[in-house]
């Protein structure tokens, strides 16, 4: 049974580019058994979790660090979700999960904040078994600025801030390094714009601190990145 998903709701509970947009494009064929499991890692307040929720007939772990577990559990309630989800509070990078537990992993516009290291794709698909599905949407820039960053960037985040808003390229050649999965694609997404507008028209005192580098025209060096990979 699904649940609605007003425009009011994802405005007040999103925590970047419309999430829920992401989500939709990120799983639009994602095909799971019911009884399944899927790890939403970084999941926030729950958005992508509620997506996952009507469009699979899976059991979500929705996992996160900086949303309290308890906060999402009555968010689910309210929605009546919380018979397939299960909301974490937990690091990224110390899940309290078995190996292989999961049949799929998802991750939307949270896997940039810890995983632009090598290796750590390795330690968090480690808990997806053999031929499971890796789905991450991250944002990104149509190239790779280095330290010559165009100054409307500048105007709403830190060269510290944009270290980890990499390249298509940049994402497979790091990703291309781990022995752990094989890459099927890592394109860009086709609800970019929407699901900026979205933010920025959200209310969300992040999304006004965004505004400033969009509305100079920042949005022409950015996009976003869906990457989609097998566990092998």
């Known amino acids: 049974m699904s649940i609605e998903l007003t425009d009011e ?85 110390d899940m309290p999960f078995a190996h292989g537990y999961f049949d799929a992993l998802v991750s939307i516009d ?34 790779d600025f280095g330290d010559d960053v165009p100054p409307e960037l500048l105007l709403s985040w830190t060269p510290e801030d944009l270290e980890s808003i990499r390249s298509i390229a940049w994402w497979s050649d790091l990703l291309g390094r781990s022995e752990s999965i094989d890459i099927v694609s890592i394109t860009e997404m086709a609800c970019f714009e929407r699901a900026w507008d979205d933010w920025l028209a959200s209310g969300n005192e992040y999304a006004q601190h965004d505004r400033a580098a969009m509305e100079a025209g920042a949005k022409k060096h950015m996009n976003l990145i869906a990457i989609r990979a097998i566990k092998r």
């Open 9 to 93: 709701f994802i405005a007040s509970n999103i925590m970047g580019p419309n999430t829920a947009l992401l989500a939709e494009e990120l799983v639009q064929d994602l095909e799971l058994p019911r009884g399944s499991r899927i790890l939403d890692l970084g999941c926030g307040k729950g958005v992508s979790s509620l997506v996952l929720y009507n469009r699979t007939p899976s059991t979500i772990f929705a996992a996160d660090l900086w949303i309290t577990a308890t906060e999402n559990f009555e968010r689910f309630r309210k929605q009546g979700a919380d018979d397939r989800i299960v909301p974490v509070h937990a690091d990224a990078l």
């Open 110 to 143: 949270s896997y940039h904040y810890f995983g632009c290291e090598e290796g750590v794709i390795d330690a968090v698909s480690a808990y997806v078994k053999p031929g499971g599905e890796i789905r991450l949407a991250v944002p990104g820039m149509v190239r």
